[in-house]
């Protein structure tokens, strides 16, 4: 269906608002939405920490200083935030932007209370860095869903996406693939192929389910 179908109709034209209000979502819902989503993307991200592996976005470059450095994850993933906070303002609005800084507070947060609350002393590598990309997958997109996100390439690949249609799953893909390729510096190769195969697996999770017309809550 073209973009111009829905003015050519009036049926469908107020069909599609009818829908989009049954969908809005509430105040407590949009809570419990970034509550959720945070806790399943920190979650993720410390699985990944705990077996060395990286991501993609914000998050995996942060991951990725903190080997390198001894720097705790919770501040680097704060500061490397700002400037995209920045752009979120610029580009997005408030609404998002602060929601997105909310959500940005809660995963840095999480961080510290899964480190002394969930001490991971043994995992198998492999199942780290595919369930640990696939429950941040499903937290981002969780947040997406409620307008937000956790920065970085996260805005990027939604402000793309708005604009030109091109998935912001494929978007994320393209740069957490360019970031991975810099970790084989810091990290072993084989917990960077292990990394790569995660991070496709994220981004899989974003670009089948988070595009126009799937989804319809405001």
Do not use: C
């Amino acid at each position: 269906m073209s973009t111009s179908e829905p003015d050519s109709d009036p049926t469908i034209g107020a069909s599609l608002v009818f829908d989009a209000k049954v969908n809005e979502h509430t105040v407590a819902e949009d809570v419990l939405g970034i509550l959720t989503g945070t806790f399943l993307a920190s979650l993720g991200l410390h699985m990944l920490h705990a077996s060395g592996a990286v991501t993609g976005g914000t998050a995996g470059l942060s991951l990725l200083i903190g080997y390198a450095t001894g720097w705790p994850f919770w501040a680097l993933f704060t500061l490397i935030n700002v400037p995209f906070a920045l752009l979120a303002v610029w580009r997005r609005g408030w609404d998002f932007t602060l929601r997105t800084v909310v959500s940005i507070g809660l995963v840095s947060g999480l961080a510290v209370v899964h480190s002394a609350l969930f001490p991971i002393t043994g995992i198998q590598p492999l199942y780290s860095a595919l369930g640990g990309n696939l429950l941040a997958g499903v937290g981002v997109l969780i947040l997406f869903r409620h307008r937000s996100s956790i920065g970085g390439i996260n805005i990027i690949g939604l402000e793309v996406q708005d604009r030109t249609g091109f998935r912001a799953g494929w978007t994320m893909m393209i740069f957490d693939l360019m970031i991975i390729l810099v970790a084989l510096l810091v990290v072993p190769w084989p917990n960077v192929l292990m990394s790569a195969a995660g991070a496709v697996l994220l981004n899989l999770v974003l670009a089948l389910n988070h595009r126009p017309g799937r989804y319809l809550g405001h």
